[in-house]
C-alpha cells in the first residue's frame, strides 16, 4: 500500500457532508468577506489558542507582513529571524522594507539560536521571529529574555504549531504577536489559502483589523496605508468545521509520533536526539557522533504538535539515498528545507552577512527528511515505513 507524505482527503472526505452544508449557508447568505463566520472562527481560534484577540487573514505569510507592520517595521530596521525556515519567515521581513538577520539553530529543537542572534544584535535591531519548526515551540525563555533585554518585538512563527505549547503556555500567546497559517499541509489546514494573527495587545489587534482592511476607519478614510489581507468567509465557515476536530487531529499526530520513536529507536545505529543537547553544537551531542539516523524529540515541557516527523540522517549523501530508497517503496518522504535563508539568492546582497555564519542551518539542511506523520495513516501504513527505514539501514 503507498503511503503518501499527506493525504487531505483522508482528513476533509468524512467531513464533506458537514462542510457541504456551511458551503450552502455562505452561498445562500450572499455575504463573502466579512462578517458573521469569520467574526465566529475568529472568536473559537481565541478560545482554542487561549489568546485575547484573534485576527483572521489571508495567509501565513501577510499574518507575518501585517504583524511587522503593525510594529512599525521598515526601511532601515533589522528583524532576526532562523536561517533554518520556510521562506516565508524572511520573505516577509525583506517585504516590509525591513532586513531579514540570519541566525543560526538549535539542532534538537530546530528553534533559534539565541547565542547565535546576540552575535548579530546591531542598533537597528527592533525585533526577532522565532519560528516553531515541525510542530514544537522554539526555546522562548531565552527569546523573552534577550528580547527583553535589547527592547525587541518578538513575533512568534506558528505557521507549523497551531496548538502547540510551551511550558504549558499556547505558542503565538508567548511573544507580542503570534502567526498562523491554514495552508492545507498545516494542522489546521484549509481549502486553500488562510492565516490568522493572535496577540494580547487590545491596540495592536486594532491596528491590525485597520492594516487588513487597506488602514481603512472609519469607511474611506484611511490614516495609514494597509492592504487587502482579508480571509474569505467563505474559508472561516469550512475551518469552523474541522476546528472542532483539532485535538483527535492533534492526537493522531502524536499517536503516530510515539509509534515511530518506539519502533525506530529499536533499530541498530538509531538514537534519539537529547533535550539535554539542546543548543549544543553537533558535533559535541551526547551519543550522536555515530547515530545512522537521529529520531527528534518532544521537550518535556512542550506540547509538541507534529506537523512534520523530521529524521537527521548524517553522512555525506545518505540523507538522498534514504529518501530514494522510500520513493522506491511508494513511501512519501520531503526535505524541509533544502537551502537556508542564508544561502538564497535573493538574500546575496544583503548587507553585514557571511555564507560561514549558520553552519547548523548548513548541516540540517543536508541532513533532515520528513516522514509521513497525518493523523489519518493506519498501523500497516506506519508499518511500512519502519519496514523500508529498517531495510535502509542493514
Ligand atoms: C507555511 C509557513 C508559512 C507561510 O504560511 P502560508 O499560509 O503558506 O503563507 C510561514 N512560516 C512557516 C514556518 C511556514 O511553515
Redesign the pocket.
Known amino acids: 500500500m503507498p503511503v503518501p507524505l499527506l493525504d487531505v482527503n483522508a482528513q476533509n472526505l468524512p467531513l464533506e457532508a458537514e462542510l457541504k452544508e456551511v458551503f450552502d449557508k455562505v452561498l445562500s447568505s450572499g455575504r463573502f468577506i466579512l462578517g458573521e463566520e469569520v467574526d465566529a472562527f475568529e472568536q473559537e481560534c481565541a478560545a482554542a489558542l487561549g489568546a485575547k484577540h484573534a485576527v483572521s487573514v489571508s ?6 507582513i501585517v504583524s511587522l507592520m503593525a510594529l512599525g517595521i521598515g526601511p532601515g530596521d533589522e528583524v532576526l529571524c532562523p536561517s533554518f ?5 524572511a520573505g ?1 521581513i525583506s517585504r516590509t522594507g525591513a532586513t531579514p538577520v540570519f541566525c543560526d539553530v538549535c539542532p534538537v529543537c530546530f528553534g533559534i539560536d539565541i547565542d547565535s542572534a546576540r552575535a548579530k544584535l546591531s542598533p537597528n535591531t527592533k525585533a526577532i521571529v522565532p ?3 515541525y510542530g514544537q515551540s522554539a526555546d522562548m525563555d531565552s527569546v523573552l529574555a534577550f528580547a527583553n533585554e535589547h527592547g525587541l518585538k518578538v513575533v512568534e ?1 506558528v ?2 504549531s497551531f496548538g502547540a505549547t510551551y511550558k504549558g503556555r499556547n505558542c503565538g500567546t508567548i511573544g507580542d504577536l503570534g ?1 498562523f ?3 492545507p ?2 494542522n489546521l489546514g484549509g481549502f486553500g ?3 490568522l494573527v493572535t496577540t494580547g495587545s487590545d491596540e495592536l489587534a486594532e491596528t491590525l483589523l485597520r492594516l487588513r482592511n487597506h488602514g481603512m476607519h472609519p469607511r474611506y478614510y484611511h490614516s495609514t496605508v494597509g492592504g487587502n489581507f482579508r480571509m474569505d468567509a467563505l474559508q472561516c465557515a469550512l475551518l469552523r468545521v474541522k476546528l472542532r476536530h483539532i485535538k483527535s487531529y492533534e492526537d493522531g499526530r502524536s499517536r503516530n509520533a510515539a509509534y515511530y520513536i518506539e519502533r525506530l529507536a529499536a533499530l541498530p545505529g538509531v538514537v534519539q536526539a537529547s533535550e539535554a543537547d539542546c543548543c549544543c553544537p553537533p558535533g559535541q551531542a551526547s551519543g550522536t557522533a555515530a547515530a545512522k539516523l537521529i529520531l527528534p524529540v518532544a521537550y518535556r515541557g512542550n506540547g509538541h504538535v507534529w ?1 512534520q516527523f523530521t529524521l537527521r540522517v548524517p553522512g555525506e549523501g545518505r540523507r538522498d539515498a534514504l529518501r530514494e530508497h522510500l520513493a522506491g517503496k511508494g513511501i512519501g518522504c520531503e526535505v ?1 528545507y533544502p537551502v537556508p535563508m542564508h544561502r538564497q539568492q535573493c538574500f546575496a546582497d544583503l548587507p553585514g552577512h557571511s555564507l560561514g555564519d549558520c553552519q547548523v542551518s548548513d548541516l540540517l539542511s543536508s541532513e533532515v527528511l520528513s516522514i509521513p506523520v497525518y493523523p489519518e495513516l493506519v498501523e500497516s501504513q506506519l508499518e511500512e515505513v519502519v519496514a523500508a527505514i529498517s531495510s535502509f539501514l542493514s
Open positions: 495567509s501565513g505569510t501577510d499574518a507575518l525556515t520556510f521562506f516565508a519567515t516577509s519560528v516553531h519548526l512563527d505557521a507549523q502567526c497559517s491554514f495552508f499541509s498545516k489559502d488562510g492565516g506537523n524541509y
